[in-house]
């Protein structure tokens, strides 16, 4: 039981922390100087970045304390959790679209690649973490692990869209 509180109280800060990194993408929207149909291709991809990143540890961690509520206990929680998060990752990759075909080429030279594909190399990995605690561990620091993947991501995308000069379109 006093596991449980502590893993409750892990996924609450989490939620807290993405639903304010959430609140700072509509600080980002109101403060620059266009409006948001006059932003860059590429400064729409980084908002959403920014709004995905912080979405889903949210819906993540809202996710893990729903199921820790549940009486009795659940047996296979993190397994169960995992795999959620495992397929809402594919469906986001999926629908999400290639973002070189958005992005005019123009635009994409701007675009830290080192930054992305290390982000990108990270939450393979995080993801790969999701496959194998679905599979085999059922533990909970895989799970964390992807939501403090994406926590770190939309931290990196509102730094970068503070301190970054917005693209001309």
């Not at 800060?13 to 620059?32: K, S, Y």
């Not at 729903?66 to 296979?76: G, R």
């Not at 290390?118 to 939501?147: D, K």
């Amino acid at each position: 039981l006093q596991q449980a509180a502590r893993l409750l109280d892990l996924a609450g800060i989490a939620a807290q922390v993405a639903v304010t990194l959430a609140g700072f993408a509509g600080v980002v929207v109101v403060f620059r100087p266009q409006a948001l149909h006059q932003w860059s291709a590429l400064d729409k991809f980084r908002l959403h970045l920014l709004l995905t990143n912080s979405v889903l540890p949210l819906a993540y961690s809202l996710l893990g304390m729903l199921l820790l509520t549940v009486h009795p206990p659940l047996a296979e929680i993190w397994r169960w959790c995992s795999g959620i998060a495992f397929v809402t990752q594919i469906l986001v990759i999926v629908f999400g679209g290639n973002p070189n075909r958005r992005i005019p080429a123009g635009q994409l030279s701007g675009v830290n690649k080192i930054l992305f594909y290390g982000i990108a190399v990270v939450g393979t990995a995080a993801m790969a973490l999701q496959v194998i605690n679905f599979a085999r561990w059922n533990r909970f620091w895989p799970f964390f692990a992807l939501i403090f993947v994406h926590l770190i991501a939309a931290v990196v995308q509102f730094m970068r869209m503070v301190l970054l000069v917005p693209e001309k379109e």
